[in-house]
């Protein structure tokens, strides 16, 4: 069954501190993993979106990597902002017909002055 | 472009009555997405559509749950009747598919209360 994984399931860290969130997989075969911010009350915004073929996808002070040997991706927020407290999801999309996305159940992020 | 249109933004109902979600997804996408999110379950897909056509409803929790999407523009995620343990977030998305990698653009969400 794939499965996603995510850790922590929340985090707390003062601003302008570095954070690094993680994502494990089992989806097979693989197609593409999408990081997702989630703001209170809001629908998911995505992040970044990485294929196989792709290490590293920076999107301002995010930078997600992907490891596609051992299924791991990370996103790392650099001089976290209090506007990042939000959830960060990890989708993972296989690369069957149905193009089926598995989702993680998100980190909560919170950022405090 | 508006974005994803959903409606509406928040409904209360009571046991056994029916509800129905309305979608608008972007201009131009083919590909339209419901999801349903609470605290216990994350964010669950339950059908999504591609070119107006079902591709993969395993996810709808049983038969009080039906979608349809009679055009490009407009869907419906109808619950018919309802139970309190329906209330959660329904989100809705839409996509241009085009090979691999294709970003889902969400809606705002509808929050649903089922008393």
């Known amino acids: 069954k794939n499965q996603v994984e995510q850790s922590p399931q929340s985090l707390i860290i003062l601003e302008g501190k570095n954070c690094t969130l993680q994502?494990?997989?089992?989806?097979?075969?693989?197609?593409?993993l999408r990081w997702y911010k989630q703001d209170t009350g809001r629908g998911p915004v995505s992040l970044t979106i990485?294929?196989?073929?792709?290490n590293t996808k920076s999107n301002g002070r995010y930078t997600a990597t992907l490891d596609a040997d051992t299924k791991q991706s990370s996103l790392h927020i650099t001089a976290s902002q209090l506007s990042d407290s939000a959830s960060y999801i990890c989708?993972?999309?296989?690369?069957?017909?149905?193009?089926?996305?598995?989702f993680g159940d998100g980190t909560t992020l919170t950022v405090k002055p | 472009d508006a974005g994803v249109i959903q409606s509406p933004r928040h409904e209360v109902t009571e046991m056994g009555q029916e509800v129905t979600l309305r979608c608008k997804p972007i201009?131009?996408?083919?590909?339209l997405f419901w999801y349903r999110q609470t605290m216990m379950r994350g964010l669950e897909l339950l059908i999504y559509?591609?070119?107006?056509?079902?591709?993969?409803d395993s996810g709808m929790p049983e038969d009080r749950f039906s979608a349809k999407m009679p055009n490009a523009s407009f869907s419906t995620l109808k619950i018919q009747p309802s139970e309190p343990r329906d209330s959660a977030v329904y989100f809705c998305?839409?996509?241009?598919?085009?090979?691999?990698?294709?970003?889902?653009?969400f809606g705002p969400g509808t929050r649903l209360t089922v008393l």
């Open positions: 201009s131009g996408h083919n590909s």
């Open positions: 998305a839409s996509s241009f598919i085009q090979g691999i990698g294709n970003e889902q653009f």
């Open positions: 990485m294929t196989f073929s792709e």
């Open positions: 994502c494990n997989y089992t989806v097979s075969p693989f197609s593409n």
């Open positions: 989708v993972v999309t296989d690369n069957t017909n149905a193009g089926k996305s598995t």
């Open positions: 559509f591609n070119n107006n056509v079902p591709i993969d």
